[in-house]
């Protein structure tokens, strides 16, 4: 019997190329595995890691992908009935030749009275049919359930471990991080895994229990038969092996060619402004319509590839079932075999070749679920930001010290050198310097966002690294420079530092950053959303809703890197005063280049390579020669400093 | 753009794919030779098993072999008509998707270049990049391949019934009676998939958004100790997702079995009808077994039919969305008589287009944008040829919108924008566009090499008026030192090139066509000061002799300008020239002085490049 194929739905390229993980992948990102990964195809050894990997992937779960392949073995067996129903019509009932098969099913027979009785009762051997059936969508459905649950526990686990992992790598891995390249080892190489498991482990079975089971029923019946009904196997295999490898290379070219397009047509609107000013938009149109040509003949080129794939092996699978009815005709003619035993093998010989193809697509695409196993594992097995025990609950209010303290990112290049300094409890402490002057890498340690290298930092006299570093960023409200917000609503975003903050406090702390009043006149208020979805804050605007969100948590110490510097003047000294009144007693730091911002501090501190080059009052520092000072003058200019300036112009 | 999350209960709109197939009625030939193969196609599918009956009523049951050769003949050609057939409509319907992508893409772009500004201020160009790449690839493939699909089956439960009833009309009757329950099943399944599926998508986006979010957001995270909190909220969405997507795959596991046992009860009728006609002599074995094998198969072409609608019932949305693309009217047209003179955008006459000397006059401007805020109201100026402008002021208060206008890039609400005494709406855009030399502070490049960037304005100029281009703005000095010189690639949008020196060759680019009309128009102030030492001298070197508008948030770039206008709500408070306004110690000394400090500030600190955002 011939299956009609669905004729499109499996045979368009887009269709094939669903089940590649190219898909998701944007141009742009990085498409270059990692050199593991590279070689993981290629030496046994890491296969063999790999694999080990891959299997580790399905700790716990492996008992549904056990049931469903056992549920995938009784749905082949259970399709494989009808057909032999028909033969025992065929033959027995309506042929009265007599019944062969084995000894149950002949006293199953008798019981019911004997083949006569089956013939008056045709409709008995129509229920086999049905229930066989019925049977067969039993399991299958067990089959599909089961493998579908595995296969999403383990990508749901994939999922969180990659999360939790990523929340939890050291500081420094996310400042050198490539998003983009990170993003799609969570997304589309899971993918690539979660499919594999869904759909394509199971299915590799299926085929297998297909060969097995058919083939030991026909040899059965005829053992000559069944080597014309296996004869073309190999050709289909092995041409849909050869076939299947090239289309996954073309579908890189064409993803080249893809990207080339997508490129034209968004530099052509992201500049639109110059298309238009030149009035180039014919040449732009003679642009795009070159690639946009190229495109089309490239995949023209490769559907046509497909086209002579399907059409020949199409065909050769109608041979095949060709060759089992000649032969079989000349077979059954001879008395060799039976004429229901003709249709068997005719049925059985379409189940068999057409899913050849698809096993060969799957082994064809072993590797790629290989290479996604290799990226995946290269984030989960990173090594993470290292919390030892510490002491918790401890106050850190207090006094804090710095005790020559050496840091570097880079060896040979210090960023903290033998610095030492030590402030008072509730001591505000402006720190002024330049780039690399080594300012934020200072509070970055406090934080232990990285580690000291030499020297010792002491908190309210506890050694910094006796201290959970959990409890540490608990009890140190910082802002960064450049703060994220999250895509949730304001209230959402500032509720995030402290969620048993009350809608109360959060309007306190709102108003100390000074933002309330621009929160209350956005249309939604408080229930604005931040970012693409919502809204778009200006950096002024993000930098005082970041502030009030870590004002919001109860803080030891407090530190301002440089998060006032989208602020006008303004705002910035009403955020100040605000923030005297409010956090008395707490000790805080505030970086900033501009001198209002710093000059009311109890101290303030000059950094310059990464040293103290100078500290004092306000008063203090402008009294004598030094970088301060020299901001200072020009800070000071007023209109009255009319010559300076006209010197300057 | 969530495009995803679109609304999509609605029922199956013929009109809308009739409006897309008129838009692509150049395929209507290939659309009729796709349907003719199918039909053939579905006749080869149908024949099949009656050549089984064949095989068993006139060579196996006769026990004779006689024309048995002729028989092996048949069926091989059989075969061979069908690859044959398979291969034909593989080709043509991947051609026909290929060439309708490239057909709405080619249309799209080419409207693209047309629409004006307005357009683009209010549609994302991610929007726009979803209709021309997902969209329109989308309508492609469910046109080709889903009218393969409706053809074939259609053809092929046409046949089957008539072949069925032509064989015997009692087992045809056992065949058919599953169709109507086969039908609703299918339809309604077909529909529970697509949209556990919507479903499951639109979780996996969300899941790449939090993950996005998880690694843009992990500094601060880590300082706000919330890896925990986060990590709860990302396991809820990812247990949602799993619940999706168990759920699509149980619904997809439902349907099959289902499908398949009703199959089964008409397997199970035949088989059982055919039975008691056998008995009686009234049909044949081989009649028997083709009943049978239709049977078997029969549920395949019904569910085609209710996938395919389905698909082009999910594809609505993307054909709206493009044909509202396509569709679209720009604001700024050409009036037909001008075209006729000038010639548009794609097909340019400049043999009959007027030289220009600059002269630009604004006169009587209303201006408000589409979102109805005002932004000009009553505005007035002269400007004489060769004269240098500056416009300064604070963000918001009209700089741009006025050379917008003078660009044509908008047109005034009311009131008229003269050049050389004539309104530019009685001459074409691309006259004018072609005469303007034109940068913004952040420079656009188009991939390819320097040569060809520069070249953009003229894409005839030489190699030689290339390098004095760049000589001119001094672009040469840095493009020397570069290993293959004005043959380096930039890379994407210019990525491979500084800040600076991307500005550097936007200004080449800017002079090659020896425009009358300059336009410096800043976007934003973030530069450091080696780049603005460079751009001093280029800008310098640019104005020389042209009609030039700049927006300047460096004002130390304008000074030597004929005339600063400083714009607030979109009126001229202060004009002069540097040195005159900063006497008048008003708006400009203000802002002059404080631009002043801080650049000082930044210069000792080292902190040049630290972008400055004024008034948060």
């Not at chain 2, 044509?408 to 309104?423: A, C, H, K, N």
């Not at chain 2, 002059?592 to 000082?600: L, P």
Request: hydrophobic letters at 45%; charged letters at 25%; one cysteine or more.
């Amino acid at each position: 019997m011939l299956i009609f194929l669905s004729r499109s739905a499996s045979r368009s390229l887009g269709a094939i190329k669903a089940c590649w993980a190219f898909k998701g992948r944007k141009p742009g990102f990085s498409l270059q595995p990692t050199a593991f990964a590279k070689n993981a195809g290629a030496k046994g050894g890491k296969r063999l890691i790999t694999l080990k990997r891959f299997i580790g992937f399905m700790e716990g779960k492996k008992k549904y992908f056990v049931g469903s392949i056992i549920m995938s073995s009784l749905a082949v067996l259970l399709s494989m009935v009808p057909p032999l129903i028909v033969k025992l019509v065929v033959d027995t009932i309506l042929g009265k030749n007599p019944l062969e098969g084995p000894e149950a099913l002949k006293r199953a027979i008798m019981g019911i009275g004997g083949i006569e009785r089956l013939g008056e009762m045709l409709w008995i051997c129509s229920l086999g049919i049905l229930a066989a059936t019925v049977l067969n969508g039993v399991c299958s459905f067990f089959k599909g359930r089961w493998t579908a649950q595995g296969a999403e526990d383990i990508a749901k686990r994939i999922k969180d471990d990659m999360y939790d992992r990523l929340q939890r790598m050291p500081y420094d891995y996310h400042v050198k991080a490539q998003t983009g390249d990170l993003i799609q080892r969570c997304t589309s190489d899971v993918e690539t895994i979660r499919r594999f498991m869904a759909s394509q482990m199971v299915e590799i079975f299926r085929i297998l229990f297909i060969m097995v089971f058919s083939i030991i029923i026909m040899s059965s019946m005829s053992v000559k038969l069944t080597l014309v009904a296996v004869s073309l196997i190999p050709i289909v295999f092995a041409a849909s092996l050869i076939v299947f490898k090239k289309v996954a290379k073309a579908f890189k070219e064409t993803d080249e060619k893809e990207g080339e397009l997508q490129t034209v047509l968004q530099e052509n609107l992201s500049g639109v402004r110059v298309v238009k000013a030149f009035g180039r938009q014919a040449h732009e149109v003679l642009k795009f319509e070159e690639k946009n040509r190229d495109f089309r003949d490239l995949v023209i080129k490769l559907n046509n590839l497909m086209a002579w794939f399907w059409g020949l092996s199409d065909g050769i699978c109608a041979m095949q079932i060709g060759a089992v009815l000649a032969v079989g005709v000349t077979l059954a003619i001879s008395g060799e075999i039976s004429l229901g035993t003709l249709m068997v093998f005719n049925t059985y010989t379409g189940m068999l070749i057409y899913p050849m193809r698809q096993l060969a697509r799957i082994i064809s695409e072993l590797s790629r679920a290989g290479v996604s196993t290799v990226r995946v594992s290269e984030v989960l097995f990173a090594k993470l930001e290292e919390d030892m025990d510490g002491s918790e609950g401890v106050s850190l209010a207090g006094s804090i010290e710095f005790k020559n303290v050496d840091f570097w990112y880079d060896k040979g290049n210090p960023v903290l050198s033998g610095l030492s300094f030590k402030t008072e409890p509730g001591e505000t402490i402006a720190i002024l310097g330049g780039t690399g002057s080594g300012k934020s890498s200072l509070l970055h340690l406090l934080l232990r966002l990285y580690d000291l290298k030499s020297g010792e930092v002491f908190i309210n006299g506890m050694e910094l690294r006796t201290i959970k570093k959990k409890w540490l960023r608990e009890k140190i409200g910082i802002v960064l420079q450049e703060p994220f917000l999250y895509s949730k609503t304001v209230m959402e975003n500032i509720r995030m530092a402290d969620s048993g903050a009350s809608d109360g406090d959060i309007f306190e702390s709102a108003k100390t950053a000074c933002v309330h009043d621009v929160i209350k006149s956005f249309e939604k208020g408080y229930d604005t959303m931040v970012g693409e979805k919502g809204v778009t804050l200006s950096g002024g605007q993000k930098q005082r809703v970041a502030i009030a969100r870590t004002l919001i948590k109860n803080s030891d110490i407090l530190i301002f890197d440089d998060s006032l510097s989208a602020v006008d003047t303004e705002t910035d000294s009403r955020i100040r005063a605000e923030l005297r009144d409010r956090r008395k007693g707490v000790t805080t730091f505030i970086i900033s280049q501009r001198i209002t911002t710093l000059m009311e501090a109890d101290r303030i501190f000059v950094m310059e390579k990464g040293k103290l080059s100078d500290s004092g009052t306000h008063e203090e520092l402008i009294a004598r020669e030094g970088l301060y000072s020299r901001i200072w003058s020009i800070q000071s200019m007023s209109g009255e400093d009319e010559k300076d300036l006209a010197e300057a112009l | 753009m969530d495009y995803e999350e679109q609304d999509y209960s609605k029922q199956l709109d013929i009109k809308l794919w009739v409006k897309i197939l008129g838009i692509l009625k150049m395929f209507k030939n290939e659309i009729i030779m796709l349907a003719v193969m199918m039909a053939a196609l579905a006749g080869t599918d149908a024949i099949f098993p009656v050549l089984s009956k064949l095989a068993i009523d006139e060579f196996a049951l006769k026990g004779s072999l006689d024309g048995y050769p002729w028989f092996i003949a048949a069926y091989a050609a059989t075969v061979i008509w069908q690859a044959g057939c398979i291969l034909l409509f593989i080709r043509s319907a991947g051609r026909l998707e290929s060439k309708m992508v490239y057909e709405i893409r080619r249309r799209g772009f080419t409207k693209l270049q047309d629409l004006s500004f307005s357009y683009y201020d209010k549609t994302p160009v991610g929007w726009i990049m979803s209709r021309m790449t997902s969209d329109a690839q989308r309508i492609g493939d469910v046109i080709a391949w889903g009218s393969i699909d409706l053809f074939w089956a259609v053809a092929i439960i046409i046949l089957v019934a008539v072949i069925m009833f032509f064989l015997d009309w009692r087992l045809a009757l056992c065949v058919l009676s599953v169709f109507p329950a086969l039908a609703v099943v299918s339809v309604y399944f077909q529909r529970q998939i697509l949209k556990s599926h919507r479903v499951v998508r639109k979780f996996n986006s969300k899941i790449t958004g939090a993950y996005n979010e998880g690694i843009n957001g992990a500094r601060t995270t880590k300082t706000l100790v919330r890896e925990d909190k986060n990590f709860d909220e990302f396991a809820e969405l990812s247990y949602s997702m799993k619940t999706a997507s168990v759920r699509a795959a149980t619904v997809s596991a439902v349907y099959l079995p289902i499908v398949m046992s009703l199959g089964s009860i008409a397997v199970g009728a035949v088989l059982w009808a055919g039975g008691v006609l056998i008995g009686q002599n009234l049909i044949t074995f081989g009649t028997y077994s083709v009943f049978i094998q239709y049977a078997v198969q029969i549920f395949d072409p019904i569910q085609s039919l209710a996938r395919v609608f389905s698909e082009f019932q999910s594809a609505q949305a993307a054909g709206e969305r493009t044909l509202a693309l396509l569709d679209t009217q720009s604001d700024i047209e050409d009036a037909p008589e001008v075209v006729e003179i000038y010639g548009d955008s794609i097909n340019p006459k400049p043999e009959n287009w007027p030289a220009i000397q600059g002269e630009i006059v604004f006169k009587d401007v209303f201006f408000k944008y589409k979102t109805g805020e005002k932004v000009l109201e009553n505005f007035n100026l002269t400007v004489k040829a060769g004269e240098k402008i500056a416009l300064v002021g604070e963000t918001g208060a009209g700089k741009s919108t006025i050379v917008n206008l003078l660009c044509r890039f908008y047109e005034p609400t009311s009131g008229q924008v003269l050049i050389d005494g004539t309104d530019y709406t009685k001459r074409s855009q691309i006259w004018l566009q072609s005469n303007l030399g034109y940068v913004l502070q952040s420079p656009h490049l188009f991939s390819g090499t320097i040569a060809d960037n520069i070249r953009y304005a003229k894409l005839d100029a030489t190699d030689e008026e290339v390098e004095q281009a760049a000589k001119t703005v001094r672009a040469d000095e840095f493009i020397n030192r570069l290993e293959k010189g004005y043959k380096t690639e930039v890379g994407e949008g210019g990525g491979r090139l500084s800040t600076g020196q991307r500005q550097l060759v936007s200004f080449a680019r800017a002079i090659i066509a020896n425009p009358r009309i300059f336009v410096l128009d800043e976007a934003t102030s973030s530069i450091d000061t080696e780049t603005e030492r460079l751009i001093q001298q280029a800008v310098d070197a640019v104005l020389e002799g042209r009609t030039s508008f700049i927006v300047a948030h460096r004002l130390s770039t304008i000074r030597s300008c004929d005339r600063i206008l400083v714009i607030s709500d979109g009126k001229i408070v202060e004009a002069g020239s540097h040195r005159q306004l900063m006497r008048k110690r008003g708006e400009y000394f203000n802002l002059y002085s404080n631009q002043f400090k801080e650049d000082q500030r930044s210069r000792i600190l080292g902190d040049l490049a630290k972008p400055v955002e004024q008034n948060a």
